[in-house]
């Protein structure tokens, strides 16, 4: 038998839940709709960090 190897990539989830948590976190600590946008974006340049500094090249 041929093993077959795994080839679709979650790599967009890291994004994703950056991009929810830290405007989920923007909301609640301020309240203001501004500061929910600009906690998204640095939430998702956080998970994008991550994502290629400590999990890009690892095995499964």
């Known amino acids: 038998m041929i093993k077959q190897e795994n ?3 979650f790599d967009w989830v890291y994004s994703i839940l950056g991009l929810f948590f830290g405007g989920f976190t923007g909301a609640v600590i301020s309240g203001s709709f501004g500061w929910t ?3 998204a974006i640095i939430g998702y340049l956080i998970a994008v960090w991550f994502l ?3 999990v890009k090249g690892r095995k499964y």
């Open 37 to 39: 946008i600009l906690s």
């Open 52 to 54: 290629y500094t400590l």
């Open 7 to 9: 080839s679709k990539s």
